[in-house]
């Protein structure tokens, strides 16, 4: 049982290390979820003295007003007899005290660090811990001394504020309250019994504690207080008998003080049937053994509780990303890390793992044909513009056997009209590359980390796009100039002849201006163009693909590559900037889920040990 309370020791030992102090905060706390004693007392309440008589030492800073302006976390921890005592202080790892009384001015010095030696208080906890033969095993946390009026030199704010830190650790459902009370004052006005009632109505957390009572007025007792007559408590009270302010300006022994103690209720007679459940050895005996059952008890649940959070932080951390590496080289990898994680995502939508690639081929199957067929070659071929190309094309002597400038002139005014389609399956091609581009972006976590460096690659992208586009341009409207550059003769050879046709091949050659001949024209044209633009309905893909697709998939990055190996530290510094509320957010987040995993590591050895 032993174990348990080492246990928790050694968390809350890891939550103040890691800045985990059970205050409000948007990150999950561990420390309000760990089993604790609060000491609750109001100012001369005697709340040191019953610290000192649980340890045996004297070790508390003191004086008037408000001695105790941090929450102390007092770990006690025993050890085996004859082993000489020392504390140590959690933000002095390395370092023994063996003289109570450095002790003592150590938890002064750091009270100021933290506030200033002004008379300001902070929630931010002490770690002391004490290892001695003559203690029980027992984890306490000493809260300031509540108080009514503020004293020179402290803000008017100062009771309130008290009140507040108090009330911040006893209202938590894991809190064991140590409400200490003076019995040489009514207990109706105690401040410690008065705000354990508002946070634990039905006394289910907390145990009173009695002091002074051989300060009582003579003929005055507290045995109906002690046996829970005239306020009652679900755990029985316990009385006290500190040290007089004589004793300890005479530095009386605390061995001595306790045996006196144990006399004191043995031979006063309104107490002696009390005595063996009276006295500050009977009181941290007692604490100790509820505080390992109430540990015990919620063992299970702080491991759910711990196992849970660190899913959930481990998965904030990876959406926030890796801390950025301090060294050039460090961060041109990290760079090149982040843009070969855009670019893998920018080819999967591509190659189908994502989707926006099936776009493209949405131009090539039905953009593309659309357009084609859109082309009025109609008007082209209409009969008044065959006649005067073809008469046009002969000049001043009309052709002998057929008008071949003249289906040049009409095939090459036609096919010229294709430019256009093949120009807009470009364009678009390229918007839809550029969408994937901005997609892409958006998808890559990493990223959202770097505004400067997710400007810089979309930048880079668009431009290699655009380079890309403008190589497609040209190499896919050579297409259409190359059909109209070299017409296919194998094609007009097989048309058939007039006499085939069962013309009559004597007729004049200028008969051949005729209507009739002119359609033949424009039907043999047609067909010409027809052939060019099935054929052009299949090269214009694979040049945009060959020239775009293709391209951006193996070379989209290549140019910011190549200017990232020009770039000094400051310009590497300065693609890495990212929001400082990211910065601070991820290394508190490490933080935590390094004490969580800490602690995950200990409940996990205690359990092995059983």
Same mark, same amino acid.
């Given at each position: 049982m032993e174990n348990l309370i080492s246990l928790v020791n050694k968390i809350q030992r890891a939550c103040t290390a890691l800045g985990d102090h059970g205050d409000s905060s948007a990150l999950p706390t561990l420390w309000d979820s760990l089993p604790a004693i609060a000491v609750v007392g109001g100012q001369s309440s005697g709340k040191s003295s019953?610290?000192?008589?649980?340890?045996?030492?004297?070790?508390?800073? =003191?004086?008037?007003?408000?001695?105790?302006?941090?929450?102390?976390?007092?770990?006690?921890?025993?050890?085996?007899?004859?082993?000489?005592?020392y504390a140590e202080f959690l933000h002095l790892p390395r370092k023994r005290f063996t003289d109570f009384a450095a002790v003592r001015k150590e938890i002064q010095d750091e009270t100021d660090r933290e506030t200033g030696r002004s008379k300001a208080i902070s929630s931010v906890p002490i770690h002391l811990s004490i290892y001695s033969p003559n203690v029980v095993n027992l984890t306490l946390i000493d809260l300031p001394g509540l108080t009514k009026v503020a004293v020179e030199g402290q803000s008017e704010s100062i009771v309130k504020d008290i009140e507040n830190m108090v009330r911040s650790y006893i209202e938590k459902p894991n809190c064991i309250i140590l409400a200490i009370s003076p019995a040489n004052q009514d207990l109706a006005t105690s401040d410690a019994i008065k705000i354990s009632r508002e946070v634990d109505p039905s006394g289910e957390r907390t145990f009173g504690v009695l002091t002074k009572i051989d300060l009582m007025d003579k003929g005055t007792d507290a045995v109906e207080i002690l046996e829970g007559k005239s306020f009652k408590l679900k755990y029985p009270w316990v009385?006290?008998?500190?040290?007089?302010?004589?004793?300890?300006?005479?530095?009386?022994?605390? /061995?001595?003080?306790?045996?006196?103690? =144990?006399?004191?209720?043995? &031979?006063?007679?309104? @107490?002696?049937?009390?005595?063996?459940?009276?006295?500050?050895?009977?009181?941290?005996?007692?604490?100790?053994?509820?505080?390992?059952?109430?540990? $015990?008890?919620?063992?299970?649940?702080?491991?759910?509780?711990?196992?849970?959070?660190?899913?959930?932080?481990?998965?904030?951390?990876?959406?926030?990303?890796?801390?950025?590496?301090?060294?050039? +080289?460090? $961060?041109?990898?990290?760079?090149?890390?982040?843009?070969?994680?855009?670019?893998?995502?920018?080819?999967?939508?591509?190659?189908?793992?994502?989707? +926006?690639?099936?776009?493209? @081929?949405?131009?090539?199957? &039905?953009?593309?044909?659309?357009?084609? $067929?859109?082309?009025?070659?109609?008007?082209?071929l209409a009969m008044d513009n065959i006649r005067k190309l073809v008469t046009e094309a002969d000049g001043y002597q009309p052709h002998l056997i057929a008008p071949e400038q003249g289906y040049r002139r009409l095939i090459e005014s036609s096919i010229?009209?294709?430019?256009?389609?093949?120009?807009?399956?470009?364009?678009?091609?390229?918007?839809?590359?550029?969408?994937?581009?901005?997609?892409?972006?958006?998808?890559?976590?990493?990223?959202?980390? @770097?505004?400067?460096?997710?400007?810089? *690659?979309?930048?880079?992208? /668009?431009?290699?796009?655009?380079?890309?586009?403008?190589?497609?341009?040209?190499?896919?409207?050579?297409?259409?100039?190359?059909?109209?550059?070299?017409?296919? *003769?194998?094609?007009? =050879?097989k048309l058939p002849q007039d006499v085939e046709k069962g013309g009559n091949p004597t007729h004049s050659i200028f008969d051949r201006y005729n209507d009739s001949y002119?359609?033949?024209?424009?039907?043999?044209?047609?067909?010409?163009?027809?052939?060019?633009?099935?054929?052009?309905?299949?090269?214009?893909?694979?040049?945009?693909?060959?020239?775009?697709?293709?391209?951006?998939?193996r070379s989209l990055l290549d140019h910011f590559f190549a200017e990232l190996g020009t770039m000094d530290m400051k310009r590497l510094s300065s693609l890495l900037n990212e929001d400082p509320a990211i910065m601070e957010r991820r290394s508190a987040i490490s933080k935590r889920l390094e004490l969580y995993r800490a602690a995950q590591s200990e409940i996990d050895a205690v359990a092995w040990s059983k």
């Open positions: 019953v610290l000192e008589s649980i340890v045996g030492k004297d070790f508390l800073p =003191r004086g008037s007003g408000i001695v105790t302006r941090r929450p102390l976390v007092l770990q006690l921890q025993k050890i085996d007899d004859g082993t000489r005592e009385g006290v008998v500190n040290r007089s302010q004589a004793d300890i300006n005479k530095n009386v022994d605390m /061995i001595a003080a306790r045996r006196r103690e =144990r006399e004191y209720f043995s &031979n006063t007679t309104e @107490y002696r049937h009390l005595a063996h459940k009276m006295g500050s050895e009977h009181l941290a005996k007692m604490l100790s053994k509820h505080l390992e059952h109430v540990i $015990k008890s919620r063992i299970p649940g702080i491991q759910s509780l711990i196992n849970k959070t660190v899913l959930e932080l481990e998965s904030e951390l990876s959406r926030l990303g890796k801390p950025i590496a301090a060294d050039a +080289g460090g $961060k041109l990898y990290s760079i090149m890390e982040i843009c070969r994680l855009f670019d893998q995502i920018f080819k999967e939508h591509l190659d189908g793992v994502r989707a +926006g690639g099936e776009k493209v @081929y949405n131009v090539f199957d &039905n953009q593309l044909p659309a357009a084609l $067929k859109r082309l009025q070659f109609d008007k082209q010229v009209s294709i430019r256009g389609p093949a120009e807009a399956s470009v364009d678009t091609v390229h918007a839809i590359l550029k969408d994937l581009v901005h997609k892409s972006v958006n998808e890559t976590v990493e990223l959202k980390q @770097y505004p400067a460096l997710r400007v810089e *690659v979309t930048n880079a992208a /668009i431009e290699s796009l655009d380079k890309m586009r403008d190589g497609s341009k040209k190499a896919t409207l050579q297409l259409v100039d190359m059909e109209c550059g070299y017409l296919t *003769v194998d094609f007009f =050879r002119l359609r033949r024209i424009g039907s043999n044209v047609l067909s010409y163009v027809n052939m060019v633009c099935a054929g052009l309905r299949n090269s214009i893909p694979k040049s945009i693909v060959y020239c775009q697709v293709r391209e951006a998939k």
